[in-house]
C-alpha cells in the first residue's frame, strides 16, 4: 500500500474538525504555493509556468499587456484552458515584480 492509500483510509476515519487540522498542516507546508502554476527548476529556467505545459506566466502576461484577448491566447495556445489564464493572472497580481522581471529580462535577451 502506498502513502496515499493509507492517507485516505486515515481520513476516511478522521473526523471533520482532525480533516481540519490536517488541511492546516498542508496550507502551512504548502507555503507560497500556487494552484495552476509550478515552478520547475530545469524547466524554462524555473521559470513559473501553467501546469501541464512550458508556457511561462510572464510569457501571457506581456501577450495581455500587448493587447491579445484571453480568446487569442486560447486560441494560440489550444493547450490552454480560461482557468489557466485566471492562474496567471492571478498568480501575476500576487507576484509582480517576479514576472516584471522575468519580462524585462527576455526583452533584454
Not at 482532525?18 to 524554462?44: H, M, Y
Not at 501571457?60 to 480568446?71: D, N
Not at 507576484?95 to 526583452?107: F, G, M, S, T, Y
Amino acid at each position: 500500500m502506498n502513502i496515499l492509500q493509507e492517507i485516505e483510509q486515515l481520513l476516511a476515519r478522521a473526523t471533520r474538525a482532525e480533516k481540519a487540522q490536517v488541511l492546516q498542516w498542508i496550507v502551512r507546508d504548502l507555503g507560497d504555493a500556487f494552484p495552476g502554476i509550478e515552478s520547475t527548476q530545469n524547466v524554462c529556467g524555473g521559470e513559473p509556468c501553467i501546469v501541464r505545459t512550458r508556457i511561462p506566466v510572464w510569457v501571457l502576461v506581456q501577450a495581455r499587456r500587448l493587447g491579445a484577448s484571453e480568446a487569442d491566447l486560447l486560441r494560440s495556445y489550444p493547450v490552454l484552458r480560461s482557468e489557466d489564464l485566471a492562474n496567471a493572472w492571478a498568480y501575476y497580481r500576487l507576484h509582480r515584480e517576479e514576472i516584471e522581471q522575468q519580462i524585462a529580462e527576455n526583452e533584454a535577451a
